[in-house]
């Protein structure tokens, strides 16, 4: 069973750049779309952006449009987020996920990461 490996959180201030790495386990095909999804506590986890293999379009939930980068590395099936200007709002644990298609529904996708927290503080 492949597994995406998280990578990159920690403490941040508000105002500052961090970014996110997620990796597979071994070398896999099929995914044409990685995902980025947060859960802050107590809520539901929510869609944060993704890349398609194919073409590499990229897709943004609107908070973090003007904010966030989604990147990636076909060959090694590696997604990175980079994110600037973090705010408090920001706090959350971030999933790194893998996917037929690009979807905000998390049960679209077929592979996930155990997670990486980020504490953003003011």
């Known amino acids: 069973q492949v597994r995406l490996v998280e990578s990159g959180g920690g403490l941040a201030q508000a105002g500052d750049s961090l970014t996110l790495s997620c990796a597979p386990s071994?070398?896999?095909?099929?995914?044409?779309?990685m995902a980025w999804f947060r859960q802050a506590p107590g809520r539901d986890r929510d869609f944060v952006a993704a890349i398609s293999w194919s073409g590499g379009r990229t897709y943004y939930t609107d908070s973090v449009k003007d904010r966030f980068t989604i990147s990636g590395d076909y060959g090694r099936n590696t997604v990175y987020l980079h994110m600037n200007s973090l705010k408090p709002e920001d706090t959350a644990d971030y999933y790194c996920?893998?996917?037929?298609?690009?979807?905000?529904?998390?049960?679209?996708?077929?592979?996930w990461g155990q997670g990486t927290h980020l504490t953003v503080s003011s």
């Open positions: 996920a893998a996917g037929p298609y690009a979807s905000q529904a998390p049960n679209e996708y077929d592979y």
């Open positions: 071994e070398r896999y095909f099929g995914s044409t779309v």
